[in-house]
């Protein structure tokens, strides 16, 4: 590669736009996971405990958007609601959507716990919330972490949707700078290029040391059961 394609490409104010979208892409996925996990859980808890009511809600909530496309959702709340900033109408979009997955994520560990757990509990004068908070949610939790990462993966990747929308995260950011660049400098192909390169790699670093933090955590925590 060209050492003068690089200095064309990464000035001081380039990389520091390019690390405002990232930030920025970072931000929405962390609001995201927090509120999806979140949200989530209680789909997943009224789903699988609640009465006929809050099952239907929630099996019909978790149904219709984990089955209609991302970009959907994003469509209809970046031009239909009028409150906020087009960032945080995209975040909401993603937790729409990310909320019903991890619900079903959630569900599939709460199924795992034997229900005799339950009235172990009940025995020792635990109601039904504080056996949820002290006892099935952390199991709960544990066994999931590897479908969970998972899916934070997914949901750090999926930000790069919202470039569709002028939405300053790390993917749009590059395309302006793309768009941009000819200004200042000859562009060719092996510009595009390296820029294309760039964020993939950057892409690839995040995601691919969330996914070895996760093998970790489960053998830690295989270990620790063994």
Known sequence: MNA???TDIFTVDNVRFLAMGLCNSLLISLVTVTLSVLFGSI???CRNYGNRAARAVSAAYIEIFRNTPLLLW????IFMLHFGTSMSR???ALTLYT???IAEIMRGGLNSIAKGQFEAARSQGFNFLQTLWYIIMPQCFRRVVPSLMSQIITT???TSFLAQFAIAEFFFNSKVLMSTLPQRVHIT???IFTIFIFVALVYFAINFSLSCLVRRLHKMNSGARI
């Not at 994003?74 to 709340?77: K, N, Y």
């Open 189 to 191: 192909s092996a510009h």
């Open 43 to 45: 789909l997943a808890i």
């Open 4 to 6: 003068g394609i690089l």
């Open 156 to 158: 750090i990747k999926d």
């Open 74 to 77: 994003i469509l209809v709340c």
């Open 90 to 92: 995209g975040a909401l």
């Open 99 to 101: 909320s019903s997955v």
